[in-house]
């Protein structure tokens, strides 16, 4: 890992359901950020082009007007809106950890995917991780990706990797990616909410509210913990009452980005109910100090005990 650099949490508001306005807005904050120095800036899940807040919506005939609407703004990869992304990284030299609506490539096919699109400061794609499992209603809107998409990325920044809001709450795959030998993780999340008594039974963080509502904290935190990794979290943020009158029942928008480092101790935020850019300076040493204390690859390991079995094939409509 470089022994200290500038990272960045982008939070910024989609152009809601609009591609080309989104990418737009995603480009001219790489940018900024790039001209402040940072090496590496995380934008929220899916903030191409936005949330599905209208993914339980009822009846049918509403629903799939929606999703088709959805469709058309999804980011093809690679295509022009992609290039429009590759030349502001490699104007900036900065890493892009990028959120987006995927649509399927396959011909033939619309399926979309809830994706983390990744970028090099040379402004090159170096890949994308795929979310494995969407959660609940999610799985009307996207299909899941495969352990080809089970990716860490070696980089002059270090070995950076990103998992997708609820990927982060699946013991195994926290396991895989340390295993994989990553040490500067991005967490996309759809917002920060309060869970007031199932995960069923979310709404809208609040000013007023603890910060200590919202699993987002906890996840982050143990994940830094657990992995020795250093954290860059964003979250989705939507201005309260901005959504279409479809997204109320699930509008959770909120925010939430932090940093952390590989103790679990906050760099930066959380930050909430706001656009913002969170930075921090993310250095060598603090993920040493912890090594030093607890490495889960090393000598806080039992492989004699337990271990991990991993699948990375790439899944196809046709094969052997």
């Given at each position: 890992?470089?022994?200290?650099?500038?990272?960045?949490?982008?939070?910024?508001?989609?152009?809601?359901?609009?591609?080309g306005?989104t990418?737009?807005?995603?480009?001219?904050?790489?940018r900024?950020?790039?001209?402040?120095?940072?090496?590496?800036?995380?934008?929220?899940?899916?903030?191409?082009p936005?949330?599905?807040?209208?993914?339980?919506?009822?009846?049918?005939p509403?629903?799939?007007?929606?999703?088709v609407r959805?469709?058309?703004?999804s980011?093809?990869i690679?295509?022009?809106?992609?290039?429009r992304?590759?030349?502001?990284?490699?104007?900036?030299?900065?890493?892009?950890?990028?959120?987006?609506?995927?649509?399927?490539g396959?011909?033939?096919?619309?399926?979309?995917?809830?994706?983390a699109?990744?970028?090099?400061?040379?402004?090159?794609?170096?890949?994308?991780?795929?979310?494995?499992?969407?959660?609940?209603?999610e799985?009307?809107?996207?299909?899941?990706?495969?352990?080809?998409?089970?990716?860490?990325?070696?980089?002059s920044l270090?070995?950076?990797?990103?998992?997708?809001?609820?990927?982060?709450?699946?013991?195994?795959?926290?396991?895989?990616?340390?295993?994989?030998?990553?040490?500067?993780?991005?967490?996309?999340?759809?917002?920060y909410?309060?869970m007031?008594?199932?995960?069923?039974?979310?709404?809208?963080?609040?000013a007023?509210?603890?910060?200590d509502?919202?699993?987002?904290?906890?996840?982050?935190?143990?994940?830094?913990?657990?992995?020795?990794?250093?954290?860059?979290?964003?979250?989705?943020?939507?201005?309260?009452?901005?959504?279409?009158?479809?997204?109320?029942?699930?509008?959770i928008?909120s925010?939430g980005?932090a940093?952390?480092?590989?103790?679990?101790?906050?760099?930066?935020?959380?930050?909430?109910?706001?656009e913002?850019?969170?930075?921090?300076?993310?250095?060598?040493?603090?993920?040493?100090?912890?090594?030093?204390?607890?490495?889960?690859?090393?000598?806080?390991?039992?492989?004699?005990?337990?271990?991990?079995?991993?699948?990375?094939?790439?899944?196809?409509?046709?094969?052997?």
């Amino acid at each position: 890992m470089k022994e200290r650099f500038l990272a960045a949490a982008a939070q910024i508001s989609p152009v809601y359901m609009q591609l080309g306005p989104t990418v737009e807005k995603v480009c001219q904050t790489i940018r900024e950020v790039g001209s402040q120095g940072a090496e590496l800036v995380v934008f929220p899940e899916v903030v191409i082009p936005g949330y599905p807040y209208w993914r339980g919506l009822y009846p049918v005939p509403e629903w799939t007007a929606w999703m088709v609407r959805y469709q058309l703004n999804s980011l093809v990869i690679p295509s022009n809106y992609t290039d429009r992304l590759c030349e502001a990284a490699r104007e900036a030299r900065c890493f892009c950890v990028i959120g987006c609506s995927e649509r399927s490539g396959w011909a033939g096919s619309e399926t979309l995917y809830n994706t983390a699109l990744f970028i090099n400061g040379e402004g090159v794609i170096v890949g994308k991780h795929r979310k494995l499992m969407p959660t609940h209603g999610e799985r009307m809107v996207w299909g899941m990706g495969d352990g080809s998409d089970l990716q860490v990325f070696e980089t002059s920044l270090g070995r950076i990797g990103a998992l997708i809001c609820y990927e982060h709450h699946m013991t195994l795959l926290k396991a895989a990616m340390a295993a994989l030998g990553e040490e500067i993780h991005c967490a996309l999340w759809a917002g920060y909410w309060v869970m007031e008594s199932h995960p069923g039974a979310k709404r809208r963080w609040r000013a007023g509210d603890s910060t200590d509502l919202c699993e987002v904290a906890y996840a982050n935190r143990e994940y830094a913990f657990e992995t020795q990794n250093f954290v860059v979290s964003a979250g989705n943020y939507d201005p309260a009452g901005s959504l279409p009158s479809e997204c109320s029942a699930w509008d959770i928008g909120s925010g939430g980005s932090a940093i952390l480092n590989p103790a679990g101790l906050y760099l930066a935020g959380p930050a909430l109910d706001q656009e913002a850019i969170l930075w921090a300076e993310l250095r060598a040493e603090d993920r040493q100090k912890t090594k030093a204390y607890i490495d889960t690859l090393g000598h806080y390991s039992r492989f004699d005990v337990v271990r991990l079995c991993m699948n990375k094939s790439k899944l196809t409509p046709a094969g052997p």
